[in-house]
């Protein structure tokens, strides 16, 4: 089992509101990601990081920004939230072993920006 | 970029086998695939490291031609557990930067 964990699960916020996603592993693992998913819809890779002080933007793009102090800490942040930020954000981070590399995804943070 | 899986659903009765297909317009160095319950998160499945690999778990298994930068995944004698959404998802040279696949939603039904 991995151990990756986001907060808040579900949240409700007005526009123009500034919201932080957290996500935490205790894994070690230098690799994490975020991935943006409208339910029933494909996975959108918005943000990765190789380490601390390392992030790029994903193939979607994205007004959220990320940061990487600490190697179990990957926040995902919104200056300014839109309805049409509504979705469902994944963390995940990725094992690197001898059978080769797994992605661990946390539960996931459902955004709804009313 | 987005690698195209196909079929995009399938619908099948307790026992019977389904095989799902995953293309990527980019070389492949490695292929993972995931199962998404709704509203929980993807699950890992396996992962193919190099072509003409062919991995196998219980009664799912998958294969992977790098010639072709393709991969499928197999599942025989399918079980309602089986039922969810699997997403290809594949990784390229030195940024292990995983991009998934369009998704196929597979209904496994008594």
């Known amino acids: 089992e991995a151990d990756i964990y986001q907060t808040p699960r579900y949240l409700v916020i007005g526009t123009g509101k500034k919201i932080t996603l957290e996500c935490s592993q205790t894994?070690?693992?230098?690799?994490m990601y975020w991935y943006q998913q409208d339910p029933g819809m494909e996975l959108h890779l918005i943000h990765y990081?190789?380490?601390?002080?390392?992030?790029e933007k994903g193939d979607l793009s994205s007004e959220s920004t990320v940061s990487r102090i600490r190697t179990e800490h990957f926040p995902l942040t919104l200056e300014s939230a839109r309805p049409s930020h509504t979705s469902q954000y994944l963390c995940?981070?990725?094992?690197?072993?001898?059978?080769?590399?797994?992605?661990?995804f946390g539960e996931g943070s459902w955004l709804t920006v009313v | 970029q987005q690698p195209v899986q196909s079929p995009q659903a399938v619908i099948l009765r307790e026992g019977e086998d389904a095989v799902i297909n995953c293309s990527s317009s980019?070389?492949?160095?490695?292929v993972h695939w995931y199962r998404q319950k709704h509203g929980e998160a993807p699950v890992f499945l396996m992962i193919?490291?190099?072509?003409?690999e062919q991995k196998g778990h219980d009664k799912i298994s998958a294969s992977f031609n790098e010639k072709k930068q393709q991969s499928s995944l197999y599942l025989t004698a399918s079980q309602l557990s089986y039922s969810g959404t699997y997403f290809c998802?594949?990784?390229?040279?030195?940024?292990?930067?995983?991009?998934f696949g369009t998704g196929t939603l597979l209904a496994v039904q008594p």
């Open positions: 980019k070389a492949l160095y490695s």
């Open positions: 990081s190789y380490g601390v002080n390392s992030t």
């Open positions: 998802g594949t990784a390229g040279g030195a940024t292990n930067k995983l991009i």
């Open positions: 193919l490291l190099k072509g003409g």
């Open positions: 894994m070690g693992h230098d690799k």
């Open positions: 995940a981070s990725m094992a690197q072993g001898a059978i080769g590399n797994t992605i661990y």
